[in-house]
């Protein structure tokens, strides 16, 4: 068993690499992690399907809520935004109170949200059930973050692999699952299912995950947590409404600014507090900022087929390159790829065991890239985008496991589920961008005929490709993680580290 005397003399870098991959008590039996594991991808599963469960109903929801198209764009936007916003922050709470009490937090709210729209029929109301939906997405990097810890050595990468492809998994089940309740039942009994399903949820992790006492403590950084807030919806809301308000609209250019502006002040305050929300210090390790950077241009090839494909699948046939299918079919034809990232989970472990996370994340991008370039020339038939669809979303199935990875092994413990908090942030800014640069990069290529040219769709799939590539080449400058990081340590181990660290800190 490797100790920290097998390190570098002096790299109290790679020693918080290797302290942060422990369990930080003995994982449960072998079928109880299974079934932990279980639970928990089923509670990722659910928060991210209810991101995409209004897009059957979108168009509708002017008349449905009695409101402006404008307003009603709201009831998608706030819950991206809350997702955004809740992730580092839900990451930073599971390290200081117990990651098992947030989650079933998370759950809580995904239920409430979901019970607020269920019982809407104003605009009002359903904006604050959407907001809490978003909010409960922060399960997801801590659920992330608490695999390791209940679970075996020879399985908390595939549950790490399996909890991310989650992000994918949910949105992809989403599209034809709601299709299919809006044409068979009323609208609200998306969110009924969605309220079952968080109960569901809460009641699982409940009974089956284990409980850890793994609360580290410390002070709530609320100042700090207000000021991201602030910074990240003002960034967000101008990328995400530029295409509609205009690029140069002085609304636009102003909610960015601000948003830059109050990123910048909680970057100057978070350096100064002693127990901040984010430790930035941390966050500029080369590791995680590169890390983090990959996580932004991957994230935005991964969204770019979500928008992409399904518009090209219900284009009309008289366009001369639609394909002419149904919100339901279009949904059937792309939910294969989400089924691809789970069964690549298994792949995905054994490849973060093999050549490490580094050279996985790596390929997962490259096999993104290769996804979009093959959906340039196959576009004549929806089998043919079904195959581009399934080697994309292989490629993000494998990244979106290699990049908590990489997180978790280049962070000290206690600030691992803010790590993965931040992670996943950088990847919602991602999938921000791509959303909105496809939106714009179609709506220039507009044809006699009111709609997006080929040529627009094609330039989409390669500027996906190019923002894959690019995530390569990032990762590429990402220092080597050796796999012996993954193997457990004592606990005696695990408080002389602790010890160590914070008298090098002081």
């Known amino acids: 068993m490797p100790s920290r005397r097998d390190l570098p003399h002096g790299s109290f870098q790679i020693a918080d690499m290797y302290v942060s991959y422990i369990n930080v008590s003995s994982p449960a039996a072998p079928s109880r992690a299974l079934l932990s594991v279980v639970t928990l991808c089923f509670g990722g599963m659910t928060v991210a399907l209810t991101q995409t469960l209004v897009i059957p109903i979108q168009g509708r929801l002017p008349e449905l809520l009695d409101t402006s198209a404008t307003n009603a764009g709201w009831v998608v936007t706030i819950t991206l935004l809350a997702a955004a916003v809740a992730m580092p922050i839900s990451g930073k709470f599971g390290d200081i109170f117990d990651k098992q009490r947030v989650l079933l937090a998370s759950a809580a709210l995904l239920a409430l949200g979901s019970l607020t729209c269920a019982l809407s029929d104003a605009l009002a109301p359903m904006l604050a059930g959407r907001a809490l939906q978003g909010l409960a997405m922060g399960f997801i990097p801590v659920g992330i973050a608490l695999m390791r810890e209940i679970t075996p050595p020879h399985l908390t990468a595939t549950g790490i692999a399996a909890m991310s492809a989650t992000l994918g998994v949910g949105g992809a089940i989403a599209l034809p699952l709601s299709a299919w309740i809006v044409q068979s039942f009323d609208w609200h009994a998306l969110f009924w299912m969605a309220t079952a399903l ?55 250019l102003g909610l960015g600014a601000g948003g830059i502006v109050v990123l910048l002040a909680w970057g100057r305050f978070e350096l100064h507090q002693r127990a901040p929300l984010v430790d930035l210090r941390v966050s500029a390790r080369r590791p995680v900022l590169l890390t983090n950077i990959a996580a932004i241009a991957i994230g935005f090839g991964m969204m770019a087929q979500s928008i992409v494909i399904p518009q090209l699948l219900q284009l009309p046939t008289s366009t001369g390159f639609g394909l002419g299918q149904t919100l339901l079919a279009a949904g059937l034809w792309m939910a294969p790829g989400g089924l691809v990232m789970m069964a ?69 413990l206690a600030e691992a589920g803010s790590a993965v908090g931040i992670n996943a942030l950088m990847r919602s800014i991602g999938t921000t961008s791509a959303a909105a640069v496809m939106t714009t990069v179609l709506a220039s290529t507009t044809s006699s005929t009111g709609l997006p040219s080929e040529s627009g769709y094609q330039l989409c799939f390669l500027i996906g490709a190019v923002a894959a590539f690019v995530g390569v080449a990032i990762t590429a400058f990402v220092p080597h993680v050796h796999t012996r990081v993954l193997a457990p340590v004592s606990d005696a181990q695990v408080t002389a580290d602790a010890d160590r660290r914070a008298t090098v800190a002081s």
């Open 198 to 252: 968080a109960l569901v949820v809460a009641a699982a992790v409940h009974l089956v995950v284990p409980h850890r006492n793994d609360a580290q403590g410390g002070r709530v950084d609320v100042a700090g947590g207000v000021l991201l807030a602030l910074g990240l919806v003002g960034a967000l809301v101008s990328i995400s409404k530029g295409h509609e308000w205009g690029w140069t609209s002085a609304r636009t």
């Open 344 to 412: 690549f989970s298994p792949v995905s472990s054994r490849l973060l065991r093999v050549v490490g996370p580094k050279t996985t994340l790596m390929l997962g991008a490259a096999v993104l890239g290769a996804g979009y370039l093959l959906a340039f020339f196959l576009m004549e038939a929806p089998w043919q985008l079904l195959i581009a669809s399934s080697i994309a979303s292989a490629g993000v199935g494998i990244g979106y496991a290699a990049m908590p990875t990489l997180i978790m092994a280049s962070v000290p």
